[in-house]
Nanobody
Framework: QVHLVESGGGLVQAGGSLSLSCPAS????????LGWYRQAPGKQRELVAT???????NNADSMKGRFTIARDNAKNTVYLQMNSLKPEDTAVYYC?????????WGQGTQVTVSS
């Protein structure tokens, strides 16, 4: 069982920044792809960014240049740095692990961007 707990969400004004964290075990980081997804009210969950066990990243086109996914192996954590936030970025942000044992989701962290 993979247990993911996101943190770092909150309320921020448009143009501001937030950094989300998703700690994971060293085994998960070495074997699985980790990703961030988000779901806004009334909308489907969508990809934000992913990072493989080898550090290869993939970002949603709509968020390129503003959002960056990274991993710190020393801290066993995957981060999502979000800059130049917009009201439309308001959503619950989820961390996800994908590996041979299956896919696992965290419970999410709320990000609210005020105009």
């Amino acid at each position: 069982q993979v247990h993911l707990v996101e943190s770092g969400g909150g309320l921020v004004q448009a143009g501001g920044s937030l950094s989300l964290s998703c700690p994971a075990s060293p085994i998960i980081l070495s074997m699985n792809a980790l990703g961030w997804y988000r779901q806004a009210p009334g909308k489907q969950r969508e990809l934000v960014a992913t990072i493989t066990s080898r550090g290869r990243t993939n970002n949603a086109d709509s968020m390129k240049g503003r959002f960056t996914i990274a991993r710190d192996n020393a801290k066993n954590t995957v981060y999502l740095q979000m800059n130049s936030l917009k009201p439309e970025d308001t959503a619950v942000y989820y961390c996800k692990s994908d590996g041979i044992s299956g896919s696992y989701w965290g419970q999410g962290t709320q990000v609210t961007v005020s105009s």
